[in-house]
């Protein structure tokens, strides 16, 4: 169910999504103090192309830089990047068949407003649980 469900994701709204984050990875790397978010914004493309089967989670050995850089992060791109993925959520949950996928993109939001410090990894792995 995993695979299809992916596979309706990627052709219905993935692909423009990791496209996006992937625009915004190398707009970010352009500037050698911005690099860090284009890793983070990369890491989010690839959430963004295969969401199914995978969460994410909060490394606790993330230090203070990390929290800076949450905080610049959510003021210049997070918030919009979280009301993005709220608004595709709402639309795609208006039909009965769009309900997994506009929830997909519901969990997407906290990434999209805090990437650094958290890593994506299988839902069936032992770090999930």
């Known amino acids: 169910m995993k695979t299809l469900l992916n596979v309706l994701w990627l052709l219905l709204c993935g692909l423009w999504m990791a496209i996006g984050y992937v625009v915004a990875g190398i ?3 352009l500037l050698i103090v911005t690099i860090p978010f284009g890793i983070a914004s990369f890491r ?5 192309l295969w969401p199914f089967g995978r969460t994410v989670i909060r490394d606790p050995r993330a230090g203070a830089a990390s929290t800076v850089g ?3 992060w959510l003021i210049f791109a997070g918030i919009w990047l979280a009301i993005g993925h709220l608004t595709t959520g709402v639309a795609l949950c208006l039909t009965v068949i769009g309900i997994p996928l506009g929830v997909a993109s519901f969990k997407m939001i906290p990434i999209a407003l805090l990437p650094l410090g958290a890593q994506i990894v299988s839902a069936d792995s032992p770090q999930a649980g």
């Not at 989010?44 to 963004?48: L, P, R, S, T, V």
Request: charged share 0%; net charge neutral.
């Open 70 to 72: 949450n905080v610049i």
């Open 27 to 29: 707009l970010c790397c």
């Open 44 to 48: 989010m493309a690839n959430y963004a």
